[in-house]
Structure formats: C-alpha cells, structure tokens
C-alpha cells in the first residue's frame, strides 16, 4: 500500500511520477531529435557523396529501394529517413507487447534507453551506420509506447481534463528535449564534425535512464500475467468483450485519423531541414546560423503553446466548453497545414537560393508545434482513457503506426522535392493536412459519442 502512496504523491496538482516520465523522455528526445536533425544533412552531404563504399549493407539497401530506377542522394536519403522515422513509430507494438506479457514496462523501458545508447554511438561510424538505425529502431520500440503509457496510469480513468494536461506536461518534457538536442549536436556537428554530433546524442541517453531510475518509486509497475508456477504466462490472454472490442476499433479508427497530420508536420525534420539549407537566409551579424537548428525550432512552438493550452483548456472546462479531444485533433490537423501553406507562401516567385526570409521558416516552424500539442498528446490521452486495461501499452504501441505509415509515406512524398518547385511541393503537403482536418471535424460527433458511451453535445 505504500508504494501505491508513493506512486499517486502529488506536485504542483499532478502526480509526482508524471514529471519524472517527462524528464526521462526530455533526454531521449534530446538524443532522437539532436541525430535526426543531422541525419538528412549527413547523408546529402557527406556519408552517400564521400563514404558510402565504407557502410555495410548500404549498396544493398539502395539497390532494393530503387525500385523504380536509380535515385538521386536526396530521395535516397527522403526515403531512408522516412524508413527510419516510420519504424521508431511501429516498434512500440512490439515494446507493447513485450512490456505486456513479458518484462513488464518499466524493464522494457530500461531495455530500450539502452539500445538507443548503443546506437546513437554506432552512428559516429560510417561502417555501422545501417546497424546503429537498427539499433535505434529497436530501443526506441521499447521506449515509445511503454513510457508514455506509463503517464495515463497515473491518473483516474474518468478524469479526462486532468489527464490531458499531464499529457501536456509530458509533452512539454518531449518539446524541451527536442528543441534544445537540434541546436546542441547542430553546434557541435558544425565545429567536430557529424560523428561528435551523434555521440552527445548517445550520452544523454545515459541520462535519460539515470532520471528513469530515480523515479521509479513514483511509478506504477503492473506485472505481466503469472502462470500457476509463477513463471511469467505466455499462454493467450482471455478474449476482449464484445464491447471492449467495439471500444478497440473505435481507438484504431481515431488512431488512423491522425495519419494526415503525421504526414504534413513531420516533413519538416527531413525535407524541410534541406529546404532551409537552399533556399532560406540564415545570414546574422554572428554568422550563418546552422540549418540543423531549425530541427528544433518546431519544439520550441510547442513548448511557448504548452502553459497558454494548459491554462485555456483548464479555463474551459470549468465552464463546460473545453473541446473533446477528437475535435483538438481535428483543430491541430487544420494548424500543421496552415504552417505548410506559409512555406509555400514565402518561396512563391522566388528563384535565388537563400532568398526567402528567416521570418517566415520560424513562424511556419513555431505554428507546426501548437498545431502537434493540439493533436498528438490528445490522441495519447484519448488511447490512455478509453483502452481495456489488459493491453492499455500495446494499443498505446499500435497509437504509433499512424506515425510509422504517415513517416514512411512522407519520404516517399518527399523523394519528389528536387523535382518540384519548393511551393509546388509545400502546397502539396498542406493539402494532405487539410483533408485530414476536414475529416476529422466531420466525424467528430459520433466518435465523441462513440469513446464517451453516451451523446456528447456538439462543440
């Protein structure tokens, strides 16, 4: 009973462990985020151009991805980070499952902030570059799903706003990660070069499992089921009911709903970051200011949104006018397009390289965060609530396939960059934002009703 205690101990109106998830997952999205910045320019610019000849398995891996003829370095490279960005996203399942019935999460966890260290230093080689994204791709599948199930059992499964703003919290822990871990390895890649910037990103890996384990008492620990012999059970789990599995389908349908979004934000991490590099000014009186740091500058958005969203949606619901959560989705969806369409914008009748100005990259950047802090954690929070508890972290692990397909979609897409104009390409990826937003708010009504079990009035 005790360390139930410790668990539920509050801070500030949220439970303490809430904050030491969001510490923990500041530093892994500091080490994700500060290599995934580099990762495009690495390759564009110095891994396929100088040294592909050193990496194994890459002649074989491009060879099997030209399926529809030679490709240039930067659809390679487009498709490569789409690949990689989509399978972080589809591993979880497979952490899900493990965490489930196997190791429970918080080894499960423990397991993934490991590989994730060994991969992020693999990456300071050439030779193991293909072997270090396994590696990453693998860890970060038991670090994904489990951690951010851990936030929603934390908090009473019919406190819905309270559990949205923890969400938030963690969130604002991912944002801070990911905003500070681009301009960190970015500076650090621009004097050392690339491969000192990967290995930061490996040692604050370290500290991520470091604030993990400092928290543990403030976390729950569900067991994976035991056999009669106390031997953990891998025998099948008792059938869903009837409507827990009305209840799953439901959260599968709202999960995919997030696909579009997926697909127009997270586009500015690879493609994006090559776009700023031709074709936006970053002259200061300091000198040119490194295209990796924008990498981060969409973070930063979400973290100047996350107080003002906490506070707005806190100041609605005690006047029973906060949105549902689906209808934040659609809201968010709508916001990532518009950020598009201000890039598209800004590069309209513009032929120079480095002729669009600064202003318009970091609105575009500062307004795709506000438009994630409306979507995603909501959609965490959506998946907290509403799964069966029995497979609360693999359904948590399958809320990020919708990221796996959207990512590996947006390298496709993005592999046709150098084959339209910069506004032509931005437009397109607005659009995909702005059919998902569309349906969204469509669909609303019923999917409240749907995940509430009663009518919910329109909002």
């Given at each position: 009973?005790?360390?139930?205690?410790?668990?539920?101990?509050?801070?500030a109106?949220?439970?303490?462990?809430?904050y030491?998830?969001?510490f923990?997952e500041?530093?892994?999205?500091f080490?994700?985020?500060?290599?995934?910045?580099?990762?495009?320019?690495?390759?564009?610019?110095?891994l396929?151009?100088?040294?592909?000849?050193k990496?194994?398995?890459?002649?074989a891996?491009?060879?099997?991805?030209?399926?529809?003829?030679?490709?240039?370095?930067?659809?390679f490279?487009?498709?490569?980070y789409?690949?990689?960005?989509g399978?972080?996203?589809?591993?979880?399942?497979?952490?899900?499952?493990?965490?489930?019935?196997?190791?429970?999460?918080?080894?499960?966890?423990?397991?993934?902030?490991?590989?994730?260290?060994?991969?992020?230093a693999?990456?300071?080689?050439?030779?193991?570059?293909?072997?270090?994204l396994?590696?990453?791709i693998?860890g970060?599948?038991?670090?994904?799903g489990n951690?951010?199930?851990?936030?929603?059992?934390?908090?009473?499964?019919?406190?819905?706003?309270?559990?949205?703003?923890?969400?938030?919290?963690?969130?604002?822990?991912?944002?801070?990660?990911a905003?500070s871990g681009?301009?960190?390895?970015?500076?650090?890649?621009?004097?050392?070069?690339?491969?000192?910037?990967?290995?930061?990103?490996?040692?604050?890996?370290?500290?991520?499992?470091?604030?993990?384990i400092l928290?543990?008492?403030?976390l729950?620990?569900?067991?994976?089921?035991?056999?009669s012999?106390?031997?953990?059970?891998r025998?099948k789990?008792?059938?869903?009911?009837?409507?827990?599995?009305?209840?799953?389908?439901?959260l599968?349908?709202v999960?995919?709903?997030?696909f579009?979004?997926?697909?127009?934000?997270?586009?500015?991490?690879?493609?994006?970051?090559?776009?700023?590099?031709?074709?936006?000014?970053?002259?200061?009186p300091?000198?040119?200011?490194?295209?990796?740091?924008?990498?981060g500058?969409?973070?930063?958005?979400?973290?100047?949104?996350?107080?003002?969203?906490?506070?707005l949606?806190s100041?609605?619901?005690?006047?029973?006018?906060?949105?549902?959560?689906?209808?934040k989705?659609?809201?968010?969806?709508?916001?990532?397009?518009?950020a598009?369409?201000?890039?598209?914008?800004?590069?309209l009748?513009?032929t120079?390289e480095?002729?669009?100005?600064?202003?318009?990259?970091?609105?575009?950047w500062?307004?795709?965060?506000?438009?994630?802090m409306?979507?995603?954690?909501?959609?965490?929070?959506?998946?907290?609530?509403?799964?069966?508890p029995?497979?609360?972290?693999?359904?948590?692990?399958?809320a990020?396939?919708s990221?796996?397909?959207?990512?590996?979609t947006?390298?496709?897409?993005?592999?046709?960059?150098?084959?339209?104009?910069?506004?032509?390409f931005?437009?397109?990826?607005?659009?995909i934002?702005?059919?998902?937003?569309?349906?969204?708010?469509?669909l609303?009504?019923?999917l409240?009703?749907?995940?509430?079990?009663?009518?919910?009035?329109?909002?």
């Amino acid at each position: 009973m005790a360390a139930e205690e410790q668990q539920f101990e509050q801070f500030a109106g949220h439970p303490k462990g809430v904050y030491y998830l969001a510490f923990t997952e500041m530093w892994e999205r500091f080490s994700f985020y500060g290599m995934s910045a580099l990762l495009t320019l690495y390759m564009v610019k110095e891994l396929l151009p100088l040294h592909a000849d050193k990496v194994l398995g890459l002649a074989a891996l491009r060879h099997g991805l030209s399926f529809n003829g030679p490709m240039s370095d930067v659809a390679f490279a487009s498709i490569i980070y789409g690949w990689y960005a989509g399978l972080v996203y589809f591993t979880p399942i497979i952490g899900g499952w493990v965490a489930d019935r196997v190791l429970g999460p918080k080894r499960t966890v423990l397991l993934g902030v490991l590989l994730m260290a060994a991969g992020h230093a693999a990456m300071s080689f050439y030779e193991s570059f293909v072997f270090a994204l396994l590696l990453l791709i693998l860890g970060s599948g038991f670090l994904k799903g489990n951690i951010s199930a851990q936030v929603g059992t934390l908090y009473p499964r019919e406190d819905e706003s309270r559990r949205s703003q923890g969400y938030t919290i963690f969130a604002t822990g991912i944002n801070i990660g990911a905003a500070s871990g681009p301009v960190t390895t970015g500076l650090v890649a621009a004097i050392w070069g690339f491969h000192a910037g990967f290995a930061v990103a490996a040692v604050l890996m370290l500290v991520a499992m470091v604030g993990y384990i400092l928290g543990q008492r403030h976390l729950p620990d569900p067991k994976p089921p035991k056999s009669s012999s106390g031997a953990t059970a891998r025998e099948k789990a008792p059938p869903l009911t009837p409507a827990e599995r009305r209840r799953v389908a439901v959260l599968i349908f709202v999960i995919a709903l997030t696909f579009p979004a997926e697909i127009t934000y997270p586009m500015v991490w690879s493609i994006g970051i090559l776009w700023v590099d031709q074709w936006v000014n970053l002259a200061t009186p300091l000198g040119t200011v490194p295209s990796s740091w924008f990498a981060g500058m969409d973070s930063f958005g979400s973290i100047l949104a996350a107080p003002i969203l906490v506070a707005l949606w806190s100041w609605q619901a005690k006047r029973g006018q906060e949105p549902a959560n689906v209808t934040k989705q659609g809201i968010g969806t709508a916001i990532v397009a518009f950020a598009a369409l201000l890039f598209a914008f800004s590069n309209l009748g513009v032929t120079q390289e480095h002729g669009v100005g600064a202003f318009w990259a970091v609105a575009g950047w500062l307004i795709m965060g506000l438009g994630w802090m409306y979507y995603w954690p909501t959609t965490m929070a959506i998946v907290s609530k509403a799964a069966p508890p029995r497979v609360a972290s693999t359904l948590m692990g399958v809320a990020f396939l919708s990221p796996f397909a959207a990512h590996v979609t947006a390298g496709w897409v993005g592999s046709y960059f150098d084959t339209m104009s910069p506004s032509a390409f931005w437009t397109l990826d607005a659009s995909i934002g702005v059919v998902g937003a569309a349906v969204i708010l469509l669909l609303r009504k019923p999917l409240i009703r749907e995940l509430d079990g009663a009518p919910e009035p329109a909002r």
